[in-house]
């Protein structure tokens, strides 16, 4: 029974540094969302007001810009797909690789080519596991993106929605990444950034599938300098990469969030192998000392009894 209660005892004390360590883990990711959130707050005004401006050239003038027209026939699609870094973070990262895998199946069925952009680790091993192409991907700084990480992940995809289909080019660009919802609440999303399509009605900051609704039904064309074409090949870039940063902070913050949950869960169950451990060593430890006094009586026992032959 000793060999046993070591055991334990070692057990016990391998689960409670692990349980430091979640706890740990757990505070970091905590005071990581403030700051995401943070983030993600100070990053929709700008993100709303581009939207404004090219809902305004888009359906102010009669331009036909590549960017917002439709393909009679679309034949290849980009899909950005936003995982993390770094694992700990339940299903975080298989949520979003879930969600562009349904995504790509639509588009497949719809006879559409898909030229697949990785951010973050954990996307980039699961399409390498599977020999997948990929066509640029992005590590490093999913935990705490910048705007130049934006643009770094931007310019691939703006050229290649700029180029021609024949040339290489593409003709919708997708994104796929998980939206912050509460604490806890993290949803993957898929949402089509380009082409832009205009719903008659409201505009919103490029919400859902790059649609600006809440624009006036009617809008008075413009004069624009020097023209609405080069307006839109100003503001479009712009556009994408405010897009991808606002969804590179949202998956921030919901991986932080992801992490603090999972991390939560793990303290909880550590605490609670603890117990059970601990109640296992009592028990041990009682059947020791029982076993101890029984040794003792039966061993008193014997030898009142030989000494008794003895007297005799």
Known sequence: ????????????????????????????????????????????????????????????SDTKHPLL??????????????TSDRGLAG????????????????????GKEIESYI?????????????????ES??????????????????????AVQRET?????DELHIVYTEFVSMMTQTAVDARMLPLSFAGGAESAGEGEGTAKGATAIMPLYD??????????????????SRVYNALLQAAASKHAA???????????????IKSLTRLANAARQADITQEISEIVGGASALADANAGSDR
Do not use: C, W
């Open 224 to 241: 624009f300098e020097p023209s609405a074409e080069d307006v839109l090949d100003a503001l479009l870039p712009r556009y994408v990469e």
């Open 166 to 170: 024949a040339e290489g080019g593409v």
């Open 69 to 82: 027209t439709e393909a009679e026939q679309p034949k290849r699609a980009a899909v950005l797909l936003i």
């Open 119 to 135: 951010v973050g680790s954990k996307g980039v091993a699961y399409y390498s596991f599977r020999d997948r192409a990929v066509k």
């Open 259 to 273: 992490t603090r949950r999972a991390m939560k869960s793990a303290t909880d169950n550590a605490e609670d192998l």
């Open 91 to 110: 299903g975080y990262n298989s949520n979003a690789i879930k969600a562009a895998e349904g995504l790509n199946a639509r588009l497949a069925a719809e």
């Open 138 to 159: 992005f590590t490093g700084f999913t935990d705490n993106p910048s705007y130049a990480d934006a643009k770094a992940v931007a310019a691939p995809l703006i050229e």
């Open 1 to 60: 029974m000793g060999a046993q209660l070591r055991v334990y005892k070692r057990r016990i004390k391998s689960v409670t540094a692990t349980k430091k360590i979640t706890r740990a883990m757990e505070m970091i990711a905590a005071s990581r969302i403030i700051k995401a959130q943070r983030k993600v707050t100070a990053s929709e005004p700008y993100a709303k007001e581009l939207t404004h401006a090219v809902t305004a050239v888009a359906q102010g």
